[in-house]
């Protein structure tokens, strides 16, 4: 997932976006009355889309679908990026200036800290992935905000059984033992992810990727996959108690296509 040249120009504008973004995201209100966000710390599966690039869509553009309108998003997520060089691009810093008491911090990184080709985003399952992602955990819990993490959802890939097969190695189970370490909330996404592709098959999992006359993209989403996967992780989400059932709307509802928009990039 090396980055291309329309996600450089998605990457470059998405710093002003996320610090744009974060004052008016903060609109939900947490018990004490006080307005609340959830900030997304992730890569391009998450990540806001922007014209040039559509009809790719990131998880993250839908989950303002399926959250009350006091919980609002603040997507930091960003093509390309690993658990490592979010934080050595500064874009960490960023996001932990903007969180508050009471807010979520949701991170999913794994899909490019495999690169291992790529010293700037490379990381090791269980010594620098899960010592990156501490720094996540620990930025937030200092800040009084609550982490959760996001193992990273599936990339569409089968057998010539026809079985979905799993692509990101121990990353998720590096994840999932860190979270049990700490003691945070973790979003089984990649589980749930793989089950929902072994679901739908080879070809039913064609309508939720990014396959257009021009490319075959197994790893990103179309509208109606980025729609299927934000309503995954709401579901997550409520299941595991990070949020109330008040927190959420239409989880058994169409969302219509038309509400995902691209943006012109800057």
Known sequence: MRPTRRQVVAAAASLPLAAAAAPAAAAGQSAGGRSRTLFIAGDSTAAQKYADAAPETGWGMALPFFLDKRLRVANHAVNGRSSKSFVDEGRLDVLLDRITPGDLLLVQFGHNDAKSADPARYTEPWSTYQAHLRRYVEGARERGAR??????????????????????????????????????????????????????????????FNWTPEEQDNTHFNPPGAIAVARMVTEALLSAGVIAPRDVRRLEDEVPESWITWPAAD
């Open 147 to 208: 982490p959760v993490l996001a193992t990273s959802v599936e990339r569409r890939r089968f057998d010539a059984q026809g079985t979905a097969v799993p692509t990101h190695g121990d990353y998720p189970a590096a994840m999932r033992a860190l979270a049990a370490e700490e003691g945070t909330a973790l979003l089984d996404v990649q589980t749930l992810s793989i089950a929902r592709w072994q679901e739908l098959g080879p070809e039913g999992t064609k309508a939720y």
